[in-house]
């Protein structure tokens, strides 16, 4: 045991110093053509729609996770025996009936508030497919499953044919884990964790069984539903113990070669769909197109792509009495994102009938209606410093006009004055409150003072930010 331990320690120490190393490397940009005007695409698009949406959802609880063997609060289980509940929790599939799914309104939404594209759970760590795949039958299309006598009944087709039609993006997120099957989970062994629950190297053939099972299942999504944008991968920890960072490495206490053959996948998928973005979450490297930040904004400009998601309300999946932010925080998080170069790829999780929560709803029209007047802001833009001073953030449009929003508190009334330090337009410029006219602006020392009519200030063009533009 203890020789053991020696060698444990030994191989972590030495993953550590590679990693370390690995991670002070540049981001690998991408050089298919087709691939790099996807990506001009994305970075113009800035703001997407996330869904995370399973059986799950009619107990409320937190997504896929608390079937996942670990002493983690946010993923307790509702019972003290593990396999009782597992099994209840996957028997799930024999209620789950969203007789009230319609995603026609859930684009259209989407739209309204000014969204690019949307991201959807086909299949989130539990295995439970929201496709119609042939490799399992643990999927809402199971004549098991009584939603599978809707016509709608494979929701990921028609979740993406809703939001194609109203002109969004599609990306497929897919979990490269999988708990359900039993060549991950093996079924004579118990799950320890969350990763595979034998040695990959001790049983290639299962193994190498699991990886087929992934590749088959992406290329299904890649062929059968029409024209997809990003394959959005989770489960970071399904990667080559060469791939392992210090991050990674505190998910697990078992370094296990869980290598799927990205290679291999992103190939077939790429042939299939041209151009297309793939995401392999926080496996850095040559199939991570952009990083993917969970639930925080950096605190400056990233010197590679990147997507910033987060949640609507306070947890991924629908749970019973979430608290959603407020419209004003929203919007400022979207402008500090862009100010800073990044996507802001914002979720919702759709409830057990099939539908949003009305506040939901109320958020995405609010965000909408602020992004009719500033929109030009936001979408195209690229970072400029100095990207934030105080409550101003700043944005450049690709004629070299600059944007300036003042991120105003809750119902403060526009300000007769912006001062700026850091901040100069060049000489000349003319200034335009967006939704409101002319304004005038002077220099001051290195910054500038800009100055708003008080007919703004009786009739501002729209609430929870203002925006200057410089032109």
């Given at each position: ?76 289980r509702s019972l003290p025996d593990y396999n009782e509940y597992r099994r209840r929790y996957e028997g799930l599939k024999y209620s789950f009936n969203p007789v009230r799914f319609n995603p026609d309104k859930w684009a259209a939404a989407a739209k309204d ?65 999988d708990w359900h099957s039993p060549d991950y989970w093996a079924p004579e062994f118990p799950p320890l964790d969350r990763n595979v629950n034998y040695d990959p190297e001790k049983y290639p053939e299962r193994w190498k069984k699991f990886a087929q099972f ?209 901040f100069q337009p060049k000489s000349g410029a003319v200034a335009k409150l967006l939704g409101g006219g002319k304004v005038s602006w002077k220099a001051n020392g290195k910054g500038c003072v800009i100055t708003l009519p008080a007919s703004v200030k009786k ?13």
């Open positions: 045991m203890k020789k053991y331990l020696l060698t444990f320690a030994f191989m972590l120490v030495g993953l550590c110093t590679g990693v370390f190393a690995q991670e002070e490397q540049s981001f690998v940009k991408e050089t298919d053509p087709a691939v790099v005007k996807k990506m001009d695409w994305w970075q113009d698009v800035k703001f997407g729609l996330l869904m995370h949406w399973g059986s799950y959802s009619q107990w409320g609880v937190v997504e896929s996770w608390s079937i996942c063997p670990e002493d983690e609060g946010w993923c307790a508030a000014g969204m690019k594209y949307v991201v959807f759970t086909t299949k989130h760590h539990d295995g439970f497919c929201m496709f119609d795949t042939k490799y399992t039958d643990y999927k809402i299309t199971s004549l098991e499953t009584p939603f599978h006598k809707n016509p709608k009944a494979n929701i990921a087709k028609e979740i993406f044919s809703s939001f194609r039609r109203e002109g969004l993006g599609i990306g497929a997120y897919f979990s490269k884990p992934t590749y088959n299942q992406i290329e299904e999504l890649m062929t059968g539903y029409g024209s997809v944008d990003i394959l959005w991968l989770d489960g970071g920890w399904v990667r080559p113990t060469k791939s392992q960072t210090p991050e990674s490495l505190t998910w697990t206490k078992r370094i296990l070669n869980q290598d799927i053959n990205m290679a291999g996948i992103a190939g077939m998928a790429r042939k299939l769909q041209p151009g297309l973005i793939v995401v392999d979450r926080s496996v850095h490297g040559q199939f991570e197109n952009y990083r993917t930040p969970e639930q925080q904004v950096p605190d400056k400009p990233l010197p590679y792509y990147w997507e910033t998601c987060m949640t609507m309300a306070n947890s991924w999946s629908w749970t019973y009495n979430d608290k959603y932010k407020p419209t004003n925080k929203i919007i400022h998080l979207l402008i500090d994102i862009v100010s800073k170069g990044g996507n802001f790829l914002l979720n919702i999780g759709p409830d057990p009938t099939g539908d949003l929560d009305d506040t939901a709803y109320s958020r995405l029209h609010e965000i909408g209606e602020w992004m009719k007047v500033n929109s030009q802001a936001i979408y195209g833009s690229r970072p400029v410093e100095p990207y934030k001073e105080g409550k101003v953030c700043f944005t450049q449009g690709k004629k070299g006009e600059v944007f300036a929003f003042y991120l105003a508190d809750e119902n403060e009334a526009v300000p007769s004055e912006i001062k700026l330090e850091n009739n501002p063009p729209c609430q929870h930010a203002w925006v200057v533009m410089f032109n």
